[in-house]
């Protein structure tokens, strides 16, 4: 782990993949996923710290 904490950790992969995801043009299809209706109202409250929204 490079001398990082747990959450440094995390931080560091969701990064990496994130650059990855970026790389191959795959990023965007995360961003926007398809939902209903229901799950697009819980993505308003809960989803905008991954940036569903």
């Not at 950790?9 to 650059?19: E, F, G, L, N």
């Not at 299809?29 to 819980?42: C, G, K, V």
């Amino acid at each position: 782990m490079e001398n990082r904490d747990g959450h440094q950790h995390d931080a560091y992969s969701i990064a990496a993949w994130m650059r990855q995801a970026d790389n191959n043009g795959s990023l965007s299809t995360f961003a926007s996923p398809p939902l209903d209706e229901a799950d697009r109202r819980a993505a308003k409250i809960e989803g905008w710290i991954l940036g569903v929204m």
